[in-house]
Structures are given as C-alpha cells and as structure tokens.
C-alpha cells in the first residue's frame, strides 16, 4: 500500500498531472478496484487513450512511477522533516553515517580539512545511553554540517543528568570522504575502552561552549520570567538588569550581550506559534557553537532544595548544573512550590551580617536563600527554616538565577555528590541591587 499512498499523495499536490492519474489508476486496476481506477482514468484523459492503445514498455511505465513515487517521498519528507529524524535516530538508522566504534589511527583527511576551515561545534548527550548519540547524529544530519562535532557526555544520578565544565567527549561527528557521507566515531566508555584524543584548543572549545549554554539559560529564564510579569518581552538586556526591585537578573555576561537580540527574537517566535527555521532552511543560528543552532538548555532554570540530603540545586529539566551543600533547619524548613521574589545584595546592609552578602525571598514570606556568618552551620539543621549557603555558593546562583525562578522544597530527589565548577558563574556590570528601604526579618 506505500505505492498508494505515494501516488495517492503526489496527485493531491498535482492534480494536473494526468500521468500520475494514469499510474494511480493502473495500481487501482491491479489491485481490483475497479471503481477507483475508472476515476483516475477519466483524470488522465488523452494520457490514458493513448498509453491505452499504444504499447509502452513497462520498464518505462515504472520508471516513470519511480520518479513519480520519490518526489512524493520527497515531498512527505520536508513537511514532516524533524519526526523523520527523530525516528531514525530512535532506530539509529542514520543513512549517509560510517559508524566506527574504535578511534582511527591518526584524524582522516577530511577531518583535517574541515577542522582547517572551521571550529568544532557541541551538544550534549547521555553517557552509555546510545538513542542519544543517535538524535545528536540526526541533528547532525539536519543541519547539513560539513564540519566536526563533538559530543559531550553528561552522566546519569537517579532522575538527573549531571552537567558539569569538564564532560568527556562521547562521540564525534565529521564529515566522511564521500560527498554524501558522514562518519560517526563513538567513545562512550560503556561500550568502547576507548578516548576522544582531543586537543587542549578543543577543551577549551568545549569549555567556552559550556559557559555559554549557561548564560543563554540564565538569559533566557530571565526573558521568561520579565515577560510573565510584564506581560511583554523586553526590550533590551538593560531591561532586565534594572537596580532593585526590578531587577530580573543581577548583572550580564558578554554572551548575553552578543545573542540577546537573537534570542529573544526565537522566544518571540516560539511564544506566537511561528516555526523557527533550521539551519539547513538558512535559519539564523543563535548559538552558532551549537549543534542545530539553539540554545541546548531549553527549559526555564529552577531550584531544588532536598531537606533531607541538605542540597540545593540549580536544574533545567532533568538536567542538574549545580548542586550545593546547605545549611537547613530540619522541619521548620518548609516543603512545597515557592518563587524567588526578591533579590538582595547585603540584606543586612553589610556584606558579613546574618544572612551574609545576598539574599532570595521565597514567595513574600519569611524564608529566603541567603548567606551566613556561621560557615560551620552548613550541612546542618541549625536555621529557624531559611535555607543558608556558604559564601561563593550563594553568590554564584545569585548570578545565576532570575527574580521569579521556581523553588521546590522537598526530600530525596537531589543525589549526594556536589557539582560546582573550577570557575563560578559570574556577571558582570552589575546595577544597584541593595535595599536601603526595608530590613529583613527572615527565620535565618
């Protein structure tokens, strides 16, 4: 029946083809259905009388099929391109891909030569999962890419995949030999006793790209968060960096200043139901270090707190990018849904006080996220409810999380390890974001 339907489908987009009227109905005809068939003939008119009466060679007659056939293929395949690869990648039947488990002996030539004319570009993916190498390699196949691409690998704890600075490179994509061919290059250490042999410039690549993904995240949960409240998008990024209480987020980086423009220009679009063009249909890539060219965290920043592990994390969807050691106050810190409602620097008016250099009100009530002057209480239930963190922490995810972000409390979700970087998250061209108007009075 795929011959139906392909013929079926190509005379409904050209109804004045009368040859695939023709074949359509010598299908129908074939098939016994002779009603059908009689129909298609009428549409083909003098097409029909004259293959009818003049003896065509049926190698021609299917050729013509043939052709007929792969333009509705082709046709199909544009209009429903994304699940297309989507599916191939789940069966990782990735056509136009070598697939080679062990790394070669020395970079092929070709990879050479795109490596020469352009940078690596990055995604991320599961360690030991292989589905998700095969949609990095769909994406691949997308975007048309003639130029290497390397694959970090995020490990899995429980429910979350854990992003960290240095991810090993999993897989590798790169351009094969033939017009027409891509090669694969897998080394994910549960199914290869092998490693990427990556260069410093590529780890510094990978690190740089790394950053990068988190300041769009940062950015992109502030735009989400400004429009929620404003009921509009920004206009620009000092929008959001306004002094206290308007100030979304608490400074910028250059990465915000570079892609603001374009990146709230695709949340504009993807607010209003507009397709946003791929790379292969001349898209305009927003991070053009990224493989299919958006943003790779793509869900709103939130904060876990696990009471019972003394952990609070900073997540984009099922992917954990920190997690800290706090200090909590057992059952006088609350459970539930909360939001970050203010954001202060030096809540006590002195950068030493109680609730040390920065501060996170939790929904208008009496608990915050804030610092400490007694170190020693982190990891411990010694607060009257608030959640307390020491100082480079606390800073940190002030930087990194917008006015509005979710906060659940909650129990055993968060794993045990810490993840916090070498190098802190960190912005720059910070406003006025002290309160000179108000004391807190939060539980501590």
């Not at 109905?25 to 009388?49: H, L, S």
């Not at 490596?115 to 991320?124: D, Y």
């Not at 930087?399 to 970087?421: A, Y």
Request: glycine residues 8%.
């Amino acid at each position: 029946m795929s011959r139906f339907r392909d013929l079926k489908q190509y005379v409904r987009e050209h109804p004045d083809n009368k040859m695939a009227w023709y074949l359509l109905g010598k299908e129908y005809e074939a098939d016994g259905q002779e009603g059908k068939a009689n129909y298609c003939f009428n549409q083909a008119q003098e097409i029909y009388e004259a293959y009818e009466h003049v003896h065509v060679p049926e190698d021609i007659l299917a050729e013509y099929e043939e052709k007929l056939q792969e333009a509705a293929r082709k046709r199909k395949k544009v209009l429903a391109r994304r699940r297309a690869w989507l599916l191939a990648a789940v069966l990782l039947l990735l056509i136009g891909f070598r697939y080679a488990h062990a790394p070669p002996a020395s970079s092929s030539a070709a990879l050479e030569k795109a490596a020469a004319a352009s940078s690596t570009v990055f995604t991320a993916a599961e360690i030991g999962e292989p589905k998700a190498i095969g949609l990095a390699a769909a994406s691949y196949l997308e975007d048309g890419r003639q130029f290497p691409a390397s694959v970090l690998g995020m490990r899995r704890s429980g429910q979350w995949l854990l992003w960290n600075s240095k991810m090993p490179v999993i897989a590798q994509l790169e351009p094969g030999e033939g017009t027409e061919e891509s090669l694969i290059r897998n080394y994910d250490p549960t199914t290869c006793d092998c490693e990427a042999d990556v260069s410093k410039q590529e780890q510094q690549a990978a690190q740089a790209w790394v950053n990068e993904q988190e300041s769009l995240a940062t950015l992109s949960s502030a735009i989400t968060q400004y429009r929620q409240k404003e009921k509009g998008f920004p206009e620009d990024l000092q929008s959001l960096n306004q002094s206290f209480p308007n100030n979304v987020m608490s400074g910028s980086t250059p990465v915000m200043s570079r892609f603001f423009d374009r990146y709230a220009a695709m949340l504009k679009r993807q607010v209003y139901g507009q397709d946003i063009p791929s790379l292969a249909e001349g898209g305009r890539p927003v991070s053009a270090e990224t493989l299919g060219g958006q943003p790779y965290l793509n869900q709103p920043l939130e904060i876990v707190v696990d009471r019972s592990r003394h952990r609070l994390a900073v997540v984009s969807g099922n992917i954990l990018l920190r997690s800290y050691e706090v200090g909590l106050g057992g059952s006088k810190t609350p459970t539930g849904t909360f939001e970050v409602t203010d954001k202060v620097v030096n809540p006590n008016g002195k950068s030493n006080g109680e609730f040390g250099s920065r501060g996170m009100q939790l929904s208008d009530t009496d608990y915050a996220i804030h610092g400490t002057n007694e170190p020693s209480s982190i990891g411990g239930d010694e607060s009257h409810g608030c959640v307390r963190m020491n100082v480079a922490d606390v800073e940190e995810l002030f930087d990194m999380v917008p006015k509005g972000t979710k906060v659940t409390l909650t129990d055993n979700v968060l794993p045990e390890e810490i993840v916090v970087p070498q190098q802190r998250f960190q912005t720059q061209d910070r406003q006025d974001q002290t309160n000179n108007k108000k004391v807190y009075h939060w539980l501590n």
